[in-house]
């Protein structure tokens, strides 16, 4: 009897061990099904985002396409390709002190920039910012441009001038970062407002004029000079440090590029005179499409929830605005597919909680441990003790999208370089013949905290730019970062287009 009860007791132990252990095998497999899943997730992700020479290649010829279509007609193609009638870049030569006013949000720039004939890389200049009351924002256009005069002057009459002293008029650039319908290098009329501000009779009318009336009625003694975007004060910064610089591309908060076309290229403006035989073109890439860019489910979702469904697509992929979005979306689709982020925290499923700078320092973090993807996570999505793998991962998603990002950034520098024969290909698209091609030393100005602060996306946006072009043409292709386009560059285009005979003129393309 006892026998039967030591026998009983034992298979009854072993009835529940092999019970907790059918648990535990059960646990361990539902764990590994998951995270199949997710890594099924992340196989998925790097498929879609892969950018093989091959697909970067047809991406360049895209832009080349898509760049003539744009100079042949209004409307031609995805690319604005707007006229700057800017054909008179600084040199090095200019001299004398000039004046920038940087007008392109909430906030407004004065900037005073002396110049002493001789090229620098550094230049010596004064700067004040101010922000622009709200009701000014909505209000009526003097009374805007009242304000930024009233501020202009003060910002003058600060500091000792020497050209005032010499009785000379002081001259201005400014850049007003607002949608614009240019009518030569001095003159553009506002086609509509963004960024908050609604003034009615401003819409059609001419910024530089009305900043010019503005200056006068308050009697300050300077002249409207020029009128330009920002991506062209990056070019003639470029220009003004090497006169081989081509092309300018700001790759930041959004994404913009302008080159030097030949006017005889410009279809849509047939019989267009400029004295230098070229012109300054703003592309508006941001606009750009093509079936050949690598679009991810999540990249549609994000444009479906964005304020400007179908428009900006090559900028929503490549831009400091979305990237960090981009792989907020990705987490967000693993969350609910498993639980290895932990409980679902609502924060994930806010839009834009996670910025590029944060997603660049989960990238870049060197740590064994990864304590900064483990900071942020807790920081800014609430996503607690998580395990080391699950970090790596998120590390994996950031590198993928930052990868994307950079090489299809470095098709479109590539596009510019086909489209005014500077790739060492007979600017066919879709030729690659590269025999008896004399190569030219050919820079392009860059800036944007994408490019200048994050590492990985520089390093990959280069390593595509020799993959696409091979080695030997990459030598002669220099990607030179610059700073402050809309302020400074303002200020040279001011003095390349002085009414005073003080600068010189530089004819190269």
Wanted: proline share 3%; net charge neutral; aromatic share 6%.
């Amino acid at each position: 009897m006892g026998g039967k009860l030591v026998f009983g007791v034992a298979v009854g132990v072993a009835v529940a061990a092999c019970a907790v252990a059918a648990v535990v095998v059960g646990r361990r497999v539902e764990r590994r099904s998951k995270w199949k899943r997710v890594l099924r997730i992340l196989e998925e992700l790097e498929a879609a985002c892969d950018t093989p020479v091959k697909r970067l290649r047809q991406v360049v010829d895209a832009m080349a396409v898509e760049m003539h279509a744009g100079l042949a007609s209004e409307g031609g193609s995805k690319l604005k390709m707007l006229l700057t009638y800017v054909d008179n870049l600084p040199n090095g030569s200019e001299k004398g002190t000039f004046y920038a006013l940087d007008l392109g949000g909430t906030n407004f720039r004065v900037l005073r920039v002396h110049l002493g004939g001789q090229r620098s890389l550094s230049l010596k200049h004064d700067v004040e910012m101010q922000p622009i009351p709200q009701n000014l924002m909505t209000g009526t256009r003097e009374d805007l441009f009242d304000f930024i005069a009233s501020s202009l002057k003060e910002f003058v009459e600060k500091a000792n001038d020497p050209d005032q002293l010499a009785a000379r008029r002081r001259e201005l650039g400014f850049t007003f970062s607002f949608p614009v319908k240019q009518t030569s290098a001095s003159s553009g009329a506002l086609i509509k407002w963004t960024k908050g501000f609604s003034i009615e009779d401003m819409i059609g009318r001419d910024a530089a004029e009305s900043l010019q009336q503005a200056i006068d009625r308050i009697g300050l003694d300077m002249r409207v000079s020029v009128l330009i975007n920002d991506t062209v004060g990056t070019l003639a910064v470029g220009h003004y440090q090497d006169p081989d610089t081509v092309a300018a591309v700001i790759i930041g908060t959004g994404t913009n590029a302008c080159y030097l076309e030949r006017t005889d290229a410009i279809i849509k403006c047939q019989g267009i005179f400029t004295t230098f035989g070229r012109m300054a073109i703003n592309m508006e890439w941001g606009n750009f499409w093509s079936s050949h860019l690598p679009r991810t489910t999540y990249d549609v979702d994000l444009d479906a929830d964005s304020p400007n469904p179908n428009e900006q697509g090559f900028e929503k992929m490549i831009s400091d605005m979305y990237l960090g979005d981009i792989v907020r979306r990705v987490i967000l689709k693993i969350s609910q597919e498993s639980d290895v982020f932990g409980p679902a925290s609502t924060l994930l499923s806010m839009p834009f909680k996670l910025r590029t700078p944060l997603m660049a320092a989960m990238h870049e973090d060197s740590s064994p441990e990864l304590t900064e993807v483990a900071r942020i996570l807790e920081d800014i999505l609430e996503i607690t003790d998580i395990p080391l793998k699950v970090q790596k991962l998120v590390v994996k998603i950031c590198d993928i999208v930052t990868r994307r990002a950079a090489r299809l950034a470095a098709a479109g520098i590539v596009g510019i370089l086909k489209k005014i024969g500077r790739d060492g290909t007979s600017g066919i698209a879709g030729g690659r013949s590269r025999t008896n091609i004399k190569l030219k030393r050919t820079v392009v100005a860059i800036e944007g905290g994408l490019y200048t602060s994050y590492t990985m996306f520089r390093e990959y946006l280069h390593e595509a730019l020799v993959e696409i072009l091979g080695e030997e043409i990459a030598l002669h292709v220099i990607l030179k970062p610059t700073e402050d386009g809309s302020g400074i560059g303002a200020a040279l285009l001011a003095a390349s287009y002085s009414s005073y005979d003080t600068v010189s003129v530089d004819n190269s393309l």
